[in-house]
């Protein structure tokens, strides 16, 4: 079993910044891939970022230049740094991890619990 826990989240004004994190903890053998997904209010989760084992990224076109995704392989940790946030950034963000494990030995997907983001005036 797989556990992400996320923190950061929070309420700023337009223009600010703000971190996320979120470390994966239980028996695991590798991180395939680490991303930030997000969701406002009445509509779909969307893909903010990505970044593969061998670091490369891909992003949302709404948040390229805004948003820098990274990750410590060491902690099991992908971080998002989000700047110049606006207010249409507003959603809860959850991050995703494809993990191969002990138990399951291919690449199997585990959400986090979401953390809030608010970005207003």
């Known amino acids: 079993q797989v556990q992400l826990v996320e923190s950061g989240g929070g309420s700023v004004q337009p223009g600010g910044s703000l971190r996320l994190s979120c470390a994966a903890s239980?028996?695991?053998?590798?991180?395939?891939?680490m991303g930030w997904y997000r969701q406002a209010p009445g509509k779909q989760r969307e893909l903010v970022a990505i970044?593969?084992?061998?670091?490369?990224?891909d992003y949302a076109d709404s948040v390229k230049g805004r948003f820098t995704i990274s990750r410590d392989n060491a902690k099991n940790t992908v971080y998002l740094q989000m700047n110049s946030l606006e207010p249409e950034d507003t959603a809860v963000y959850f991050c995703?991890?494809?993990?191969?494990?002990?138990?399951?030995?291919?690449?199997?997907?585990?959400w986090g619990q979401g953390t809030q983001v608010t970005v207003s005036s």
């Open positions: 995703n991890m494809l993990v191969i494990t002990m138990t399951i030995r291919y690449p199997y997907a585990y």
């Open positions: 970044v593969t084992s061998s670091g490369n990224t």
């Open positions: 239980g028996s695991i053998l590798s991180i395939v891939t």
